[in-house]
């Protein structure tokens, strides 16, 4: 079977690509406000000013760290199976991090979100197949802010089966994150072995790598974390406004990335990712439904599978406010982009108004959208010889397909079957079912799954050394207790 597959760029201009962002390393280079990763980059042979923190990176390096990364790794669950291949043409699908409000199904509007939220996002996505990995998808506004991405990890930890993409507000809360990892994994040695998380490090367009993400970038390195490098050009702002320029910039901040990583720890696993967005010049906003930054991220995605590395966007989220007609529209186009081109993660799904908030009800809708991605970057097979031929003339010129023996064996492989959340019913079908928007029906689906959510295989030991972890860290901004749990874990 042939696969479906977009391209955007060939080979040549692939290549070229490349060479002009290995050109941008060595001049004008990339901004490091870290001094560990200057003084690695000076001892390999860059041209540092310590002064200026600017490191000039010759190709030599850029070229000889990626011989060294790794093509492909896996995340693991919690019961030490391999569920997430990064890696080929392999697709999988999180919910986007970084939010900073949910959007309340009983008002319509954008709140705060708190513990209780995260923890039934938690046990919505792990009853949802669809997603192969949990997110920590947005900052619960009920603990002290500087724990709050640890606070996130270590709920999604208590509760989730499925390995979980992340990352760090600090270079002090990094060490308490990978502490619970630990904890969780059954120790250093099992986590490395068995990675249950990827962190996402970001630098800064244009060309910056600040201290803090630098330094996240090389601890994760150090101990054999995966690291998920998000570089965001913004065409027309912070980056060439052409598509192509964008992607040259993404090469650039990506490339100076995978070499700080390599030379903390040659050999450790690192993703070719990234957020990248097409400016609005009209609003002076980042919109990720935007065709252009669908092409931007589905273009450096080509560039990263040529360098042999794993990859990973953010598409399928929406810029609307509401669950509306634009937020499908933009969900289903970047969905459906992301499995065509074969990004090993793809993060943003139950993301709204520019990544800033997430929606339960978006996330089961958003399933659908990701399971007729999937079946559309299955292709056409050959599923019987002769394909049609035999069929046909034993059926003649009556339409009995429907009891028909080759029906019954192939149509669930065949058609896309989707959850209740999709309307197919007649309308008058419809109507007598109460005439229910899909807003209403994915209200009614996240309350259905939650009450089939199975509880994660932690033991109790365990659970009483991430709290203790958690706990620790908290009382250094002088939270004495944490909010309490629900008790079905």
């Not at 000076?42 to 490191?55: L, W, Y």
């Not at 490395?192 to 996240?216: E, G, H, I, M, Y």
């Not at 997430?358 to 959208?369: H, P």
């Not at 999709?422 to 994915?442: E, M, N, P």
Request: proline residues 6%.
């Amino acid at each position: 079977m042939a696969r479906p597959k977009l391209t955007f760029l060939d080979q040549e201009f692939i290549q070229q690509i490349v060479a002009e962002g290995i050109a941008v390393l060595s001049n004008p280079g990339v901004r490091v406000h870290n001094s560990e990763a200057l003084a690695l980059l000076a001892d390999a042979g860059a041209a540092v000013d310590f002064n200026t923190q600017v490191a000039c990176i010759p190709e030599t390096l850029a070229l000889h760290a990626l011989d060294s990364a790794p093509h492909e790794f896996n995340l693991y669950s919690l019961e030490g199976l391999a569920v997430v291949h990064y890696g080929g043409d392999d697709v999988h699908f999180d919910p986007g991090s970084a939010a900073v409000s949910i959007l309340d199904a009983q008002t319509g509007q954008q709140r705060s979100p708190v513990t209780a939220d995260f923890v039934r996002f938690v046990k919505l996505v792990e009853t949802l197949a669809m997603f192969d990995a949990q997110s920590t998808a947005f900052v619960c506004r009920d603990v002290p802010e500087g724990i709050g991405d640890l606070y996130r990890l270590y709920l999604a930890l208590e509760y989730m089966h499925k390995p979980i993409v992340t990352g760090a507000f600090g270079k002090q809360t990094w060490w308490v994150m990978w502490e619970l990892l630990c904890a969780a994994a059954g120790g250093e040695a099992a986590l490395k072995q068995r990675p249950l998380a990827v962190f996402d490090v970001c630098p800064s367009p244009p060309l910056l790598w600040s201290d803090l993400t630098c330094q996240n970038l090389i601890d994760c390195a150090s101990k054999g974390v995966p690291a998920e490098l998000v570089s965001m050009p913004l065409a027309g702002a912070t980056a060439p406004v052409t598509l192509a320029g964008s992607v040259v910039q993404h090469t650039a901040e990506s490339l100076s990335g995978v070499v700080i990583h390599q030379l903390a720890q040659p050999g450790s696993p690192i993703v070719w990712g990234g957020a990248p967005a097409a400016f609005d010049m009209r609003a002076g906003s980042t919109p990720f439904g935007d065709v252009a930054t669908w092409m931007i991220d589905c273009a450096y995605v080509e560039v990263g599978k040529y360098l042999g590395l794993p990859t990973h966007a953010y598409m399928g989220s929406t810029d609307a406010k509401l669950l509306d007609m634009q937020s499908g529209l933009e969900s289903a186009g970047g969905a459906m982009l992301a499995a065509l081109a074969g990004v090993n993660m793809v993060s943003g799904a139950g993301m709204i108004d520019f990544l800033r908030c997430q929606s339960f009800e978006k996330l089961v809708i958003d399933a659908d959208i990701i399971a007729m991605a999937r079946r559309l970057a299955q292709g056409i097979e050959r599923r019987h010889e002769p394909v049609a031929l035999e069929v046909m003339r034993q059926a003649g010129h009556k339409a009995g397909y429907l009891a028909n023996s080759h029906t019954q064996r192939w149509f669930r492989k065949e058609l896309h079957l989707p959850s209740p959340v999709i309307d197919r019913s007649s309308l008058d079908s419809w109507q007598k079912q109460g005439s229910k928007s899909i807003v209403t029906r994915a209200a009614e689906r996240v309350e259905h799954l939650l009450t089939t959510y199975k509880p994660s295989p932690l033991g109790s030991d365990v659970r009483h050394e991430l709290r203790r972890i958690t706990l620790r860290a908290a009382q250094a901004y002088g939270m004495d207790e944490l909010p309490s749990l629900p008790d079905d874990i």
